[in-house]
């Protein structure tokens, strides 16, 4: 298939494109720019590979959790392109895709991902590497404070016979005095964003089980539906 993919909902936006089965990636760390960044960066992909909007198959979003306003970003622009094109989506979880990263860059397999959800709570999800090569979620993502996240994971934990797994995301080093115990990898991770050419291959298998969506059905997936901000001093 050929398929685009692209992703705003932390402070990174990415953007992968599979086309004739060659690969061209942008991936930009750019807080508070992904609006201005999105676009520009699918264009410069799709004229480098010299594709067509309407040549692909298909298109694959980033759809949360993360930034509520990066994840409606990323859903936005992926709804009008496929809106132009007539293209159908599918959604790739930003847990899920850092997991991926894990393995297809550090070789990992069994990994928990974290992520900074600000009010003293992170996104998390637990991962393992599927037969055909995808990490699949062991647990349902879920939001929690930090000092709960061992509680939550040790029956998991204790089922492939370990108390530790590989971390990926920003949660670990905002949180590290409560997370640290559950990482077996030392230090900041060196996976802390979600990449679109990691959401390529988790898409690529939705599009082969049936699991896309007509633009008009695409839907994040903010795992908490209260707005995480806190106000600045001064701004209150």
């Not at 990449?195 to 969506?213: C, R």
């Amino acid at each position: 298939m050929n398929l685009l993919a692209l992703d705003a909902s932390t402070e990174v936006c990415s953007v992968a494109l599979m086309f004739n089965g060659k690969i061209v990636s942008r991936f930009e760390l750019c807080p508070q720019s992904h609006s201005l960044v999105l676009l520009p960066m699918v264009d410069e992909v799709l004229k480098e590979s010299g594709c067509q909007l309407a040549e692909l198959d298909g298109l694959v979003f980033g759809q949360g959790p993360g930034s509520f306003t990066g994840v409606r970003i990323g859903i936005g622009v992926a709804q009008g392109l496929a809106f132009s094109a007539n293209l159908p989506l599918v959604g790739v979880s930003t847990l899920q895709t850092m997991a991926q990263v894990a393995f297809e860059q550090q070789q990992q397999s069994l990994v928990i991902s974290a992520i900074d959800a600000r009010m003293s709570e992170v996104y998390n999800g637990f991962y393992q590497l599927d037969e055909n090569g995808i990490m699949q979620p062991l647990l349902a993502e879920s939001v929690m404070a930090p000092e709960l996240l061992s509680e939550h994971l040790q029956n998991k934990l204790a089922e492939k016979n370990v108390t530790q797994a590989y971390g990926v995301g920003t949660g670990w080093q905002a949180y590290e005095d409560k997370l640290s115990s559950l990482k077996v990898n030392q230090g900041e991770p060196e996976v802390l964003f979600p990449n679109a050419e990691a959401m390529l291959m988790i898409g690529l298998a939705k599009f082969k089980a049936g699991k896309s969506v007509s633009a008009e059905n695409a839907q994040p997936v903010y795992v908490r539906d209260t707005v995480s901000w806190k106000k600045l001093p001064g701004k209150e």
